[in-house]
């Protein structure tokens, strides 16, 4: 195994999340002293309408934070849609509805950026590069791609389900975010994002020699995770209902 992949393997530790925690911590009194440091991604995917669950969970916190200054992306996730579906749904009234359910909760589009993937084709360009990036043994050791394999039942996977991770990191990246909300289950991802970060400033070099073309990004409060990413809990979750409605 290499050291990247037994970074990947271990992200979701013990130790990892106590080191998450403390870099939360850490971040949540600098923003206080400065907000304009940073950037912050968060978002959902337009499944269905957002719920009290979803408030309390997530978006009364976004909210918090474009309050206390901070540069607040928050991403309608359309295209992670179709990576485990074979249809979409009503998909263009489910972007409109979400975007109503986060004005209707407070998030200001005067302070805060929302969008979607599919009118950012640069978002979605940067998979190419990234792709060559990543190694076929580091998608199958990602906790959530593990989990949906499992949750197949037998079932091919698809090629988008399996380059998910590089998928989301292309979305953290993209935004050039230095604080994402994560839980325990969504660190491999994060850890996938500045993996890739640090690859692509040593294949490709940097514009400005002492700034990293994509800044690394870091955990903040695991109480306010994202939405957008799926994890190993949704899928095997996801699994138990396709099981319980045959």
Known sequence: MTRSEDALETATSDASLARSKARSAEIDLAIDQDPSRFRILTGDRPTGHLH??????????????????????????????????DGVGPIR????GLVADYLAAGIDPERSTIFNHSAVPALN???LPFLSLVTESELHRNPTVKAELEATEGRAMTGLMLTYPVHQAADILFCKANIVPVGQDQLPHLEQA?????????RYGRA???????????PSSPRSRCCWARTARRCRSRAATRSNCV
């Open 194 to 202: 500045r993996l890739i970060a640090q690859r692509f400033d040593k």
């Open 208 to 218: 400005t020699p002492e700034r990293p073309v994509f800044p690394a990004p870091r």
């Open 52 to 85: 009290l669950g979803h408030y309390f969970g997530t978006l009364r916190n976004r909210v918090l934070l474009q309050n206390r200054g901070v540069e607040t992306w928050v991403l309608v996730a359309d295209y992670q849609v179709i990576t485990d579906r």
């Open 93 to 96: 009234e489910r972007v409109l």
């Open 125 to 127: 360009q940067l998979m």
